[in-house]
């Protein structure tokens, strides 16, 4: 049986909240796992979600908040106009995280450094944020990759002919109509940042593509729900863009 490619939404440190949406996608030994970036920051337990993804044999993206910290502690160093930019961003609540745990957070920022910005699986393009359409892959930089979120959001048409880029980095009830929990798709994208750490969600999101289906915990209340994308999923506009099918693998039945 082919294996199964599992996409992850921002976690922002809700370590409890991601155990229990990869107890409910229960991904197999062969299964593959990406995580979109931004696993750290305003939840509780950054240092425990980088120690996890770090120590397993699933994959990682850069994120936006990851450049923050990053940028915020140099070679050892602190750079101040960095630092209160990271703090204001959530990473108050990463600092306290390896104060709780005892955790040193070197070897996670090396870890960090060696995170790629995008990966390509054929079909599908993982990114954190987007890519500017102006550009070609091999320009985007990774601030426009791990930022970028209006002029990608506004493209009139996809920027791959052959593959559904998805994204987290944006909250999904940020767009118009959009309730919380629920993916918004555009021309060609297809966002699942639902925004666990916020307290008008909750909802943290695991997307898998070769049963198009949608796991989500809620790490406010514990509720978990697995939905077909189809009914969880809404148009950027009152336009309905079709999400084609034959960009993701094809369903199967569950063995």
Request: with cysteine; aromatic share 10%; hydrophobic share 40%.
């Amino acid at each position: 049986m082919e294996h199964r490619r599992i996409v992850i939404g921002d976690v922002h440190g809700h370590f409890d909240g991601l155990m229990t949406l990869l107890e409910a996608l229960a991904p197999g030994w062969d299964d593959r796992v990406y995580f979109l970036g931004d696993l750290i920051d305003r939840g509780p337990k950054s240092a425990q979600v980088v120690e996890f993804v770090k120590q397993s044999r699933y994959q990682a993206l850069l994120g936006n908040h990851e450049q923050l910290m990053l940028n915020a502690l140099v070679d050892g160093l602190t750079d101040m106009r960095s630092w209160q930019a990271w703090l204001c961003s959530g990473g108050d609540a990463t600092i306290e995280s390896y104060r709780n745990t005892g955790m040193m957070p070197y070897q996670h920022l090396e870890w960090m450094r060696s995170l790629p910005t995008h990966i390509d699986l054929g079909d599908i393009w993982l990114v954190h944020a987007g890519v500017d359409p102006t550009l070609p892959v091999d320009q985007q930089s990774s601030e426009q990759l791990c930022w970028i979120r209006k002029d990608f959001h506004n493209i009139s048409q996809p920027y791959f002919r052959d593959k559904l880029i998805i994204t987290g980095h944006t909250i999904t009830f940020t767009f118009e109509g959009v309730r919380p929990g629920e993916l918004v798709r555009g021309q060609g994208w297809l966002d699942i940042d639902t925004g666990a750490y916020h307290p008008k969600s909750g909802w943290l999101t695991g997307f898998d593509l070769n049963y198009r289906r949608v796991y989500q915990v809620n790490v406010f209340n514990h509720q978990v729900r697995i939905l077909p994308l189809d009914e969880l999923v809404r148009p950027l506009n009152s336009s309905e863009i079709p999400l084609q099918k034959s960009v993701l693998s094809p369903v199967v039945s569950p063995s």
